[in-house]
């Protein structure tokens, strides 16, 4: 059987990926902190942690593919100085630990899959829908963007132990589980659809389950290699994306523009990457092959909605 380990696999993409992986074959195990967060299913949980540089050798002995999302969420709290600090090292060392054990722990790795986000990119100042970032621009300056390319960084040396490296930019995770469809639908409940700012910042989006059939496709793709933009081909700016998970909940709604200032003042530094315009290509990955399930945000959130 395959054996695929997953870091950071307790989150909402890992579970779901997890679950996909175990339906197609594969053998997953799963690098936790935490190992109370197993969940009595078939899949195997393994004790990890990235600041004691703890990995079980036995594992990677045996593993034929690595998915790597570890990772501080970005999202979850303030943007402290302490709070960017852990968002940026839970990322560094988790690469720095998996580069690590695979130089010295022999192994049959064939691919390393990792996380990165859309947030390498500064804005976009407002291109065009037919403009978007490709995966050839450069990274951004902001604090986001710098964490993103750390992260890359960290884990590109697997490629001069010659492992199939495969890195995924991806965008705003629909999934009713967590992330920013669970955030955008709270307001909802009071009959309110909450625009952020002005509501023309593009937002790149992708439905849970394209991101993880982009993960088993970069696993079973061999000629896959690089960075990919993880994100639906039809970007929408923030006030479509926000009506149309309205409409999509069946719902009488009255629009809402939440000022910027207000925004700045409830969450600090995080507000210039909830309003940050970005508008990014996914030409590369479709070129690659990968078809999406939900390439239009409306059919993507009446899906959620109706789960």
Request: some cysteine; charged content about 25%.
């Amino acid at each position: 059987m395959t054996n695929v380990i997953i870091t950071g696999g307790t989150g909402t993409i890992g579970t779901r990926l997890s679950n996909l992986l175990i339906k197609r074959g594969y053998n997953v195990i799963i690098f936790t902190r935490n190992i109370s967060n197993k969940k009595p299913d078939k899949i195997s949980y393994v004790h990890w942690d990235v600041d004691k540089g703890i990995i079980d050798r036995e594992s990677i002995e045996n593993a034929d593919y690595i998915i790597n999302l570890a990772g501080a969420s970005v999202a979850e709290k303030s943007w402290t100085e302490e709070r960017k600090k852990l968002i940026l090292e839970s990322r560094e060392k988790a690469g720095a630990l998996l580069v690590k054990a695979l130089t010295e722990i022999p192994n049959k790795v064939k691919a390393v899959v990792s996380a990165s986000a859309s947030g390498y990119y500064g804005p976009d100042n407002l291109l065009s829908l037919n403009d978007g970032f490709t995966e050839d621009d450069p990274a951004g300056t902001d604090f986001l963007a710098a964490v993103c390319k750390q992260w890359e960084e960290s884990i590109e040396p697997v490629t001069e132990l010659g492992k199939r490296l495969v890195i995924l930019r991806t965008g705003l995770v629909m999934s009713k589980k967590g992330g920013a469809y669970k955030e955008f639908t709270k307001p909802l409940k009071y009959r309110v659809a909450a625009v952020l700012g002005n509501g023309r910042q593009m937002q790149s989006w992708i439905h849970e389950d394209d991101i993880c059939n982009m993960y088993l496709f970069a696993i079973e793709n061999e000629k896959l290699s690089g960075a990919y933009n993880a994100v639906a081909p039809q970007p929408v700016n923030n006030k479509t994306l926000i009506f149309s998970i309205a409409r999509a909940c069946h719902k009488f709604f009255i629009p809402v523009f939440v000022p910027r200032f207000v925004i700045n003042i409830m969450l600090g530094e995080l507000a210039t990457e909830v309003l940050k315009s970005a508008n990014l290509s996914a030409k590369k990955i479709e070129q690659a092959g990968f078809s999406f399930m939900y390439p239009e945000i409306m059919e993507a959130a009446e899906d959620l909605s109706n789960r």
